[in-house]
């Protein structure tokens, strides 16, 4: 992997001493977050190998990765018992003690079986917290009395989700060592930048799926209850559940059988697990054995047909307030992987804005709020839909001279006032499109400052023989897993960079999520900002009056109850963001934490626009009769609809644009 | 003083030359003989030059035509060779080296190495497509050829001045004729930009129905209504040559296509693929209904579903049928136009 990586990746490091030490501390802490797990001999005994990256580049001779592997297995086996013993004695609240979280490979610091089962009783305290009501009609008090009245039956639950973490380790999918080595393999990567990684071969397809618009499925989704059972959340109507006319909503999942007719251990499974092991490429069918809510016990053989992805549709909406807006929500930038000219995210835009204009709408937002990125193709065809012509982007690779990315089609869909709604979720493909669309002055940007992701990642197979001229090849299989590799960093068209300091829009609003540590500069092995020296020509539209819309948002903000609120929560929020090194499992403590939670949930749970003050919100004309024809569609469109009218983003988006028109026409009343 | 005749020549790729009448002389020993010995090779440029103009405007071979553009070029090379290789004339060298320049870059123009002329990294950065990058990499080289032949001419001032000799104008048949074919073809040039940029365009509106890519079709569509417009708008600034307006009118005609195709036929089309769309989803959502919870509503809205897609069938047939027939008929009728206008007005 590391030749793979020193190959390609953007800037790839040499490993020295001191960077061996690190990826080999780091994964012990990746094994052992909390120092429940091993002792501190255990962590001397390691450290002997900490250089071992650089002496030789196969582990095996190393004998780190061995030693940790053997020692781990009965150390979690340990940590079982230890666990089983926690149901037994009480955990005493009312004792004065804190929990360190980590104690920051602080070899002196004295690990032992005894510390270890110690450590074990307080982590068990800690996550019992959870489990505390937050009821605003009681005082917390009283809460707490109820909790301790509930307290051995709530710790049962803890110790059996504990026990099944460990579980989960030791019996992987995958295998034990296969799973460990691939958290060390991460580790290796994330030292190059945060956005390489690693991946196990099912990983690979369920990370491509989430990123496309069809894919084989059994259509149907699962979750897991507090009993540990797992139950069918929902049939994908028309999929391979819906049509064997066996299988329902809430059904208990007793078995799952796999062609070679292995169960899948389904005991302590997560659902990411789960929905990866289903999701492989290699699985076509299953038979499912369920418990129905009469009881009675069903089985049933499901072979994958394509359906689409719910997540990655989109709908238009029409926003009747001052002004007809039309709304499109962009979840993420996907497409199909497999082809070349492919038909993805920016076709179906394409098509929406097409059904909105049949409604003459006088505006356009178009939101990309927790909007990740994805296929960078898509958001340059998106971009083109606004842009007329010209470069879009600088996309540089190593030791390769930068080149231009262009717009592909010349011409427009839209040219009317364009809003383009981000937040600090926003990365990487969706900044791109605000870079680019603020940089020729074709949409105003509203919302917060966005990710700061400005690089590129393939996939490629972790195999030191692959090349290929056309990188994004991931047809051919590796067994030996592959990286998602940054290989490239992407530039505006005025040679800056958004890496780490992201897009800032042209009007900020108040954001709960701007309190969070989140962003690429949290990442300590971000890749730097800086420019790029290229000739780039370009065709900008007249500048937007930017002071002015700025000024009437802000007078509205600050008036308006629910920003206010946001911002009066600053302090409170960024001390619960804030990881703290150690907490206290003190009773008063502990009532004080949750009275803070409660206020901040409520507080939350009251950002509401009056429903006299909400938008009209409805889908286009055009669909309409699609959604009444689909019951499942409705429900969804309701709850859709719903959250548009209550979205206080969206509001004052759609007065920006209603600003926007009014001082254009001012501006041309002026001239005549 | 002796008196030296000059032809002005005038070629299809905008280069001008002075032409002296030829006297055949290896040695030098006076100015007029050193500057006849340049003519003589340009005789034979512009012979080989009108040779390929003739067959481009009259010959419908392509195999004669790329005979003639291949002999002009070796003649072009080896006039460049000979005149490299004359000295200096009493230590100065300032025509000869201008000559040599100018048939250098004439070379390069007649095999379009334009890499050798201009930046076309530069170039390419600045244009949208390989099209415009050519157009563009063609219009600075011209500027480049235009600035040779400035420099040409004037250091034949210079040197007839040095050396007291007159200078007059006249012209023989061929560069009278090179001339005439200069002006046809400079005319023919500029309806031609306007009617190959819009034929470009669709091109690229066609393929992007072919991928049934709606993005691309609404994008390409709205360009070509655009571009068509303007191309119109600067076709009324046009006038005939020599009263005739046969190509300006035949390229109307197809700006006048375009944009119908662009503002009122292609709507047809996309809107066939939004309506195959709807009419999947419905189909997929009225068949995975159990029977006994379908509506009548919902049966009335799968019958309307079916019924908007067969008609958005039938509209988009007969709407392709149309566009390719008139396309058709109008792109036979311009390339006849085009040869009937080379044939009646290149000598």
Redo the contacts between chains.
Sequence with gaps: MLVVLKKNHYQPHDIDNDLSRKICRNYINALDPYDLIFTSNDKKEFAKFNTCLVKKDNLAYCGFLSSVFATYRVRLSQADSIINLLSKISLEYNKKEDFIFNFQDTLSKKLDKSSLRDRWRKYIKYQMLDYVDVQNDIDSERNFKSFLDQESELREKVILKEKCRIKRILNHPSGFESFLTSIFLNEIAVIYDPHTMFFLPDEKDNFEISLSKKAKSFGLAFSDDEDGEIRIENLVPGGPAWKSNILNGGDIILEIRKPDNTLVDISCIDMYTLHTILQSAELNTIELKVRKNNGQIKTVKLYKEELFIEENKISSFILDGEIKIGYINLPGFYTNWEQEYTLGCANDVAKEILKLKKEQIEGLILDVRNNGGGSVAEAMDLAGIFIDSGPLSVYKEKNVKPRLIKDINRGTIYDGPLVLLVNKLSASASEFLAAVLQDYNRAIIVGSTTYGKATGQVIIPNDTSYTSNSINQTENTSAQGYLKITNSKFYRVNQKSFQKTGVIPDVVLPDILDYYNVGEASNLYALKNDTIIKKVYYNALPSFPIDELQKLSAKRTELNTNFKMIKSLEETFKRFTTSPEKISLYRDSLINRIEESGYLFQAIEGLNIPISDRLIVKSNDFDRDLIEIDQNKMEINKKIIEDISNDIYIVECLKILNDLITIKQENGDEKN | MRKINLVWITLFVVFSLINVSPICAQKFSNPVSYMEYISMEHELISKNMWDYIKASAHSKRMSKIDKKRKELISTTAIAKRKIERMPDYEGYSDLRDSVVSYLGLSYLMLTEDYAEIVDLE?IA??S??LMEAYLLAKERANEKMDQASLMVNNEQKKFAEKYDINLIDSQNKIAQNLEKAGEVITYYNKVYLIFFKSYK?EA?LMD?LT??????I??????LL?DSDEGNKKLIEIKGYAGDISIKRSCQQLLNFYKTEASTKTPIL?DF??KK??FE??S??????RNS?KTQ??VD??N??VSDYNNAIKSYNRTNDELNNMRNNLLENWNKTVNAFMDKHVP
């Design positions: 530069e950065e600045q949208y497509d365009q690229y992007a991928r049934a890519d709606v993005n691309g609404e994008q390409n569509r709205s360009t655009k996309t693929y939004l769309e709807k989803k419905i997929t959502a009225f068949e995975a209904k919870e509503d919902d809205n799968f309307k579903a």
